[in-house]
Structure formats: C-alpha cells, structure tokens
C-alpha cells in the first residue's frame, strides 16, 4: 500500500520557511483569492457577516483570516476577521493569523478497477477540497448470470423453449468472459387471494381449467445456485413445470429483491460482475397492492429463505421500488429486464429510477434471448455511474465526470460509450458546510461494480490561536465570555466597591454588567478586559456601555419598523411630523376626519389615528354621518 499526505493549509497563517513547499503554494494560492477579491471589487464576504469569533470567521470562507495577536482592534472586535491580505495591510503579523485548513491523506489501495481505495480528509466548516476518483473497465472479468422466469400458466411455451438456450447464452457470453456462471428461479405471485383462486381443488391445481396438472403458486422458488455447468442449467430448466394464478400483474419485484440479497444461496461471487436476467411477460405488483391481501406489513428488505422458497411472501407486502433499488445498488446488480409483448413499455418507465438496469424486448420464441443478454452487458459496460452511497448532514458531494475522450459535463456523473481498458475519472468535490463530532464515512461507489472508496472526513472547528513560541499569543474569542484577563489590570477608575476583595477576571466582568444580576453585557456583546464590545447584527447597531440599546428593537407595524414613519432609538419610537402612536402608524393629519362642511367626524365623534371613532352610540359611518334619530338628521339630509 503506498501512502500520500498533502496539507493544503495547515495550522495558523506560515511564513515559507517554516512549511513545505506544498503547504506553502497552497497559502500563496489563498492569498490569491483574497488579493483578487479585493482587486476586482467583490463583496467581501469575510466582513460582511460582522464576525466576533475565530470559529465565525472561518466558517464565512478560505480566504478568511482571523488575527488573533494581542491589542489588534480592540476597540472592535469583527475587524480581527478579514482577508488575510487586508489583515497583514492593517499591521497584523501573520504570525499571529488564524486561517483555513485542510490535510488530505491517500491510500492508493490495490482495488482492480477502482483507485484510491480509501481517503482520509480534513476540513473546517466552509472548506472544500477535490480529489480524482478513476474507474477502469476490464477485459475478461468474471459474470454470474441469474434466470429469474416468470412461471405462470402464460409462459408454458417460453418455458419450453428455455431448455435451449443456457448452452447458446454461454456461447455468446464467453465473447466476454471465460469464467461465467449461471443460475436458474422462479417466480409466480403471493399465494394469497385475490392473487390466486383459494378453492382447495385450485390451490392443490392451479391449472385444472386447462385440463393439466401444474405446481400451486409462490412467490420466488430458488432453483439453481450459480454453476458453469451447462448440462446441469439445461437439467434444472427441464424439471420447471408452470404455475398458475389469477390477476395480470406478477410478483418479480417480489423474487428480485430476493435473489439481490440472498448471497450466499445464490452463489454471488464478490470478484464477479453480477446480472439477474428477469423473463416475464406482464406487468409487477407494487408494494401497496399486497394489500389487497391483507397483507400490510412492509418489506423488510432481508433473505428470507428456507428449503430454497421465499417464506415471506404471505407475510410482508411486494418491495417498494425505492427500497428494491437500495438493495440492487448495494449488492452490485445490474439487472435485464427480457419482456415479451407491450409490457415492455411498463419496464421502461421504472429505468429512470433504476440505474444499473435495461429493458429489451424478447421476441415470442426466445430466439433473440441471447443476443438480447450480449446486447444488454454490453450497454451496461458502456455507461460507468459513480454514486455516493450514503447522504450526511452538513456534508455536499459534487461529482463531475471526465470522459475517456477528454469530454468533461459539470453536473453529471457518468460516461457513456466507454470501452474495456478505458479509464473513466471522476473529479470529486466535498465540502463541510457545519461542525460534527467524530469521524463521518462517504462512500463512493460506481453502480453495478464491487468496489468502493471510503472516505474518512472530519471537521476541524476549534480555533488554536497559537503563535511563536517565544512571544504571548493573543486570543481567539471562541467563548460567549472570554475570562482570560491575565494580560488586563483592574484600573483604579473601577467604582465597584468590592473590586479589591473580588479576583481579577470577576472584578473586570463586573465592570460589563449595568447592574450586578443581569447577563454580562446584556448578552449582546462580549467582555474584553471590562469593556464591553457589542455585537453588530444583520437587524442593526448594539451600542451603550452594556450594550443594552440598539436601533432595531422598537415596534413593527405591518412588517416594518415604526411602520417606516420613524426612527428607532434607544428602544423606542421617534415619529416623523405627521405620525404618531407606540409604533408611528397613526397619523397626526385630521383631514381624513373632515366632513364637506369642515367637521371633525360630523361632530359626533375623535380622530384617532387618521380614522373616525363615534362617540355618539347611534351614529355609524366613516366619518360618523349616520344618525337617523339624531336631533339635526333631518337638517343634515337637506
């Protein structure tokens, strides 16, 4: 096994002599977005988001830096996140620069057609890294073959014809691998009704009506484990008698799952490609239709074989098409669909939601079930898909695809056309968009192959803040109150009359506080050595000694503040001219409580807030004008 280490960017912000040449040109590169980011004029995103925190800072992006050297900005706390570029500009050391990190370690395992076996990835919240996942095809690869035919009273003719045809599929398929393997199932529906006829003479012979003898229904008989033996496929084919049942739709879906997870009874080799060949021609149940069997437990998605018959089948409902697809891409299945008749068209439709599977068209005397197996192998080699096996929160995969022909598509992860010995890359992007616990594992894995990469990625949130030995480092401000006050003297300017009997770091907190109870200041800023150093939010300006007012927190009406006729200070509502009320939505103005005649409210009532509140109880109306038993009500109507 060889080993790679790369470090992009590791610890705090290095002078070159100190690191690598590749931890070098990686702090260059990130200089470089930051030069070119104030260069070209772009919003700086490392200050636009007002961060007071080491651990804020470099979540905003790479070319964050957060200074963290002793009396740099103290006066206000956010300017110590910048662009490294602007930070070094301002006087800060670049000692004393917290910046983005990532360590990327690979493990070039020795996987037949896929490389790097594992990675071990680091990152903080807001990095990303790539690394270049390769897929080779290989020539003459091992193929197991499974036959899962549909054995209901409608195949007895392909069922005959069957017979034949293990010796031509092998023929034709040697073309592609000299060590092949097949297997044979059956399948019919879920022996229940109203899937099959319950009278007793019907469940004993299905196919009485036609006047022969066949075998009662099941859901999925297992017939022969994969094998090379020609003669001993041929022998087992022949013993198959059909089944019968009542509905159109058949129970496939049902036996697929069952031959994807039961490995070991089927014969599934792990160095082999594998390929379940399903024979029908009708349509598949789907999970809710078992209920009209009454049978409503779920598919739990595991083997449930015994004596090689499915003993599930009147248990658990028909798979979901998602959870049967789950399973095919974990067992690494391509599956056929060979249909014969317009059911075709039922099977094309599932394709989309299925990679790894085609559907072909089986003609009426199976004559063209070789050709269709080679065809189909063929077309499934020719597109690789790498996938990622499992989704984790606060983690993205983007995965782009670069062709053998030097043909790259942003956004899509697979090749088409590709041929044995070509080599398909994948460039891999995987960024951390918030901090977790622990190691989190990503699984690539291209679709219908045995290999994975396993990638090993944890997320680094934890500001150091270390600096050079030989000097004192300053802090990182991680904490909501930061007690290191080593370096700060409890002035004599304090008036805390208990500031000489108190330690040093209560004394200076106490100097944050507007009275001895409340939240050290007033939870809205930070406790710098006994000043208090207020947040500034997206809402608006945190000021005062304690940080107790703002400009944002007065009332809203209808969605703005001071109903956008005011100004918010200290807390409250200062009206413009013309406004007045708690939140400024009243208007001051009388005219729209004049009548034609100059009355306010017809006097029979006060404006208030623009609006006309009756004070007689008999009147009514917008401007109190309707007063039928009011004494002048007929002068008013002349």
């Known amino acids: 096994m060889e080993l790679r280490v790369f470090v992009n960017v590791a610890g705090s912000f290095p002078k070159a002599k100190r690191f690598p040449a590749k931890a070098v040109l990686s702090v260059v590169h990130i200089l470089a977005i930051a030069a070119t980011a104030s260069r070209t004029g772009v919003k700086n995103k490392c200050t636009a988001e007002k961060a007071y925190r080491c651990s804020e800072c470099l979540i905003l992006g790479p070319e964050c830096g957060w200074c963290f050297q002793k009396g740099f900005s103290d006066e206000s706390l956010h300017k110590r996140c910048d662009l490294i570029t602007n930070l070094i500009q301002k006087g800060c050391d670049p000692d004393y620069i917290e910046s983005f990190e990532v360590k990327k370690i690979v493990e070039e395992e020795k996987n037949l057609q896929l490389t790097p076996g594992k990675v071990t990835l680091q990152l903080r919240p807001g990095g990303e890294t790539s690394l270049i996942v390769d897929v080779r095809q290989l020539k003459n690869y091992p193929l197991d073959l499974y036959h899962l035919v549909d054995t209901s009273a409608s195949m007895v003719t392909n069922l005959e014809r069957l017979h034949s045809m293990g010796y031509s599929v092998s023929q034709k398929m040697a073309k592609y691998s000299s060590d092949f393997k097949f297997g044979f199932g059956s399948f019919v529906d879920k022996p229940v009704s109203p899937f099959i006829n319950i009278h007793p003479d019907k469940l004993i012979n299905p196919c009485s009506v036609y006047e022969t003898s066949c075998h009662p229904a099941h859901g999925f008989l297992h017939v022969l484990s994969l094998t090379d033996n020609v003669t001993e496929f041929r022998d087992a084919v022949e013993k198959q008698t059909i089944s019968g049942n009542e509905d159109t739709p058949e129970g496939g879906l049902d036996a697929l799952l069952q031959v994807a997870v039961c490995e070991s009874q089927i014969g599934w080799r792990k160095e082999a490609k594998r390929l379940l060949l399903l024979i029908t021609d009708q349509l598949s149940h789907l999970a809710l239709d078992s209920r009209l069997g009454g049978i409503v437990l779920p598919n739990d998605g595991n083997c449930h074989l015994k004596d090689n018959m499915y003993t599930h089948s009147t248990v658990m409902e028909h798979p979901s098409l998602g959870l049967l697809v789950d399973k095919l891409l974990e067992n690494s299945i391509h599956v056929i669909f060979a249909i014969q008749g317009s059911s075709i068209n039922w099977y ?101 192959y045995n290999e994975t990469t396993i990638i090993s990625l944890s997320s680094t949130c934890a500001c150091q803040c270390k600096g050079p030995k030989a000097h004192v480092a300053g802090r990182c401000f991680n904490k909501e109150i930061d007690l290191d006050c080593r370096l700060c003297q409890c002035e004599d300017s304090v008036t805390n009359s208990t500031c000489r009997t108190l330690s040093k770091e209560q004394c200076l907190i106490e100097g944050c506080q507007q009275y001895k109870d409340q939240p050290v200041c007033s939870n809205r800023g930070i406790c710098n050595c006994g000043k208090c150093l207020c947040y500034q939010t997206k809402l608006g300006r945190v000021y005062g000694k304690y940080c107790e007012l703002d ?3 007065c009332p809203y009406h209808q969605g703005q503040l001071c109903a956008g006729n005011g100004e918010c200070k200290g807390g409250e509502c200062q009206c413009y001219s013309g406004w007045q009320g708690e939140s400024c939505n009243c208007s001051s103005s009388l005219m729209s409580c004049r009548t034609g005649q100059g009355q306010i409210c017809s006097g029979r009532g006060t404006c208030v807030c623009g609006s006309c509140q009756c004070t007689e109880s008999r009147s009514s109306g917008n401007l109190c004008e309707v007063c039928p038993t009011c004494e002048n009500s007929c002068e008013n109507s002349w």
Request: aromatic share 4%; proline share 5%.
């Open 348 to 448: 094309k439709d599932l394709l989309p939601l299925m990679p790894g599977a085609v559907a072909r068209q089986l003609n009426s005397e199976l004559s063209n079930l070789s050709e269709l197996v080679a065809g189909a192998y063929q077309a499934l080699l020719s597109e690789v898909e790498l996938q990622v096996d499992n989704h984790i929160n606060g983690v993205y995969v983007r995965i782009a695809a670069i062709c053998p022909d030097g043909s790259t598509n942003p956004g899509q992860n697979k090749c088409r056309n590709v041929k044995a010995d070509e080599t398909v890359s994948f460039n891999v992007t995987i960024g951390v968009t918030e901090c977790y616990e622990g190691d989190k594992l990503i699984i690539l894995k291209p679709v219908g």
């Open 551 to 553: 400009d944002f927190s």
